[in-house]
């Protein structure tokens, strides 16, 4: 990992998600560096669905875009919201490994309030991280979210803690 490396937002584009993005979902769903920090743990089959819903987008509930990087526009990861209650956004994000620690994430998740708030819906922007990921955490902060709660496996019955997010976008 190159750690110091100064990322441009210029260099960064968010482009829409087509019918031949089913590999890139299967290689950041299933990177086990990836795959430690979600919620749920998904199989081949789990994340073609996911993909299949994302794609088709009923309803206009969900909107994901690939990060490209730098001059040869490399893929780097996905970003996106899905629409979940009247004006509620959740946010989800990732990113490759070796495209982590130089500030993409802060520079795309920007990128995503601006669309939002160009969108001239006011939204609230909820995401979640498990409380260990402090990379994540940092970019919310970064990002002028509010830390909302932290759940214990009690609470949630999953295998580990996580931090909720929040931003009002007017």
């Known amino acids: 990992m190159l750690y110091g490396v ?37 199989t081949v089959k789990d994340v073609d669905a996911w993909f299949v819903k994302v794609h088709q987008n009923k309803a206009g509930a969900y ?45 795309v998740t920007q990128m995503l309030v601006d669309k939002v708030r160009r969108s001239g819906r006011n939204s609230q922007i909820i995401g979640r991280c498990i409380a260990q990921n402090a990379p994540m955490i940092n970019v919310f902060k970064k990002c002028g979210f509010e830390q909302i709660c932290c759940n214990t496996y009690e609470e949630i019955k999953i295998d580990f803690p996580h931090i909720m997010f929040r931003k009002n976008v007017t």
């Open 63 to 107: 909107h994901f875009y690939k990060i490209s990087h730098g001059p040869t526009e490399k893929i780097v990861g996905i970003i996106g919201l899905i629409h979940r209650l009247e004006n509620v956004e959740e946010y989800g994000i990732l990113l490759d490994e070796e495209s982590r620690y130089k500030g993409i994430a802060t520079i």
């Open 6 to 42: 100064v990322i441009l937002r210029s260099e960064i584009n968010l482009l829409p998600i087509n019918v031949n993005d089913k590999a890139l979902f299967r290689k950041l769903y299933l990177d086990p560096s990836i795959s430690k920090m979600l919620f749920v743990r998904m």
